[in-house]
């Protein structure tokens, strides 16, 4: 047992260093120097190896840490506060997981669903609170050197407005879609009207991201006033059956936007081939994350982020949170 925690604490030294180095900067700088703190730290490393590898993401511990009353200290005061709460930090991410509502994923995934006749009927796999089941109620704005493209609801500008930087010379075909049905499977789905998912939510912001937990905010409401379907379990598992509640009339569409990441490469690609042959299908993933592509993905030659992809056609690369755009096709 020793042996198996001595190599958890490295698996956890290693994983926190590489995200202080390559992931936090640029996004924040509190994050970063926690992440260093922690991978220096061989106590923290053996307090956070109590937690199932799969709970113990960065972002994760870290919110959770502020969730229960860390606030955002110094990296030093942030440690000693770790080592006296441990059980509570331990038990509380043994019951959370990385659920990134992030609406601004829309600005990415629109100039496929822009591709789509309506009616559509919307299925998001892994849709935690359905932030991203609400494109047709957000506004947008594409901006490049080619030009700027304005996009509103009929009603007149969203209180949620998705800044997207176009890169390249390509605008996006956008439109705002017709969608009359709208509906997500989550392992844990949250009530978007319910004040610990506002919590929880906004918590997973991390500090410096200027604007981002307004946005959630502001999405969270549109949410709450007309909640979409979301249904607890397995989306391989439940897709078939939650699929059969669509109007028959309206164009079945499932997007898995930043899900597949987190299900192991066999389940992956058995909801890879469910998503297809349900519906149309709509994906946002790192180019070497599945053999979901219709045609190979050059990831020697990917300009960077994830792929958009439309039943596995690549249109775009993308920024992962949806904030620039690359259109391929």
């Known amino acids: 047992m020793i042996g198996g925690m001595d190599a958890e604490a490295e698996a956890v030294a290693a994983r926190y260093e590489r995200f202080a180095r390559e992931e936090a900067p640029g996004r924040s700088n509190l994050y970063a120097a926690w992440a260093a703190q922690v991978a220096a730290d061989p106590q923290l490393q053996r307090v956070l190896a109590r937690i199932p590898a799969r709970h113990r993401q960065p972002p994760l511990v870290f919110a959770v840490t502020r969730l229960l009353g ?23 991410c043994e019951q959370r997981s990385l659920q990134t509502n992030e609406p601004l994923r829309c600005a990415a995934l629109l100039p496929a669903l822009s591709r789509i006749p309506g009616p559509i009927a919307l299925l998001e796999i892994g849709a935690s609170a359905g932030l991203c089941l609400f494109p047709d109620r957000y506004s947008y704005r594409y901006r490049g050197a080619a030009g700027e493209i304005a996009l509103d609801p009929a009603g007149g500008p969203s209180p949620v407005v998705l800044e997207c930087e176009v890169r390249g010379e390509r605008m996006p075909e956008v439109s705002l879609p017709d969608i009359v049905w709208r509906a997500g499977i989550d392992l844990a789905p949250l009530n978007p009207a319910a004040p610990d998912t506002h919590a929880w939510l906004t918590g997973l912001v991390w500090p410096g991201e200027a604007g981002r937990a307004d946005r959630v905010d502001a999405a969270l409401r549109i949410a709450a006033s007309d909640p979409p379907l979301l249904v607890a379990g397995d989306g391989a598992d439940l897709l078939a059956e939650v699929a059969a509640a669509a109007p028959a009339e309206a164009t079945l569409v499932v997007q898995t936007p930043g899900v597949l990441a987190h299900i192991p490469w066999v389940a992956r690609h058995e909801l890879i081939a469910a998503a297809r042959g349900t519906g149309r299908w709509i994906t946002l993933d790192a180019p070497g994350l599945h053999e979901g592509w219709a045609t190979p993905v050059d990831t020697a030659a990917w300009p960077g982020g994830f792929a958009l992809a439309l039943d596995g056609d690549v249109l775009a690369a993308t920024d992962p949170l949806g904030g620039w755009l690359a259109m391929s096709r």
């Open 70 to 92: 860390a606030g955002e200290p110094d990296a030093a005061t942030w440690r000693d506060w770790v080592l006296v709460h441990a059980d509570a930090v331990v038990r509380e």
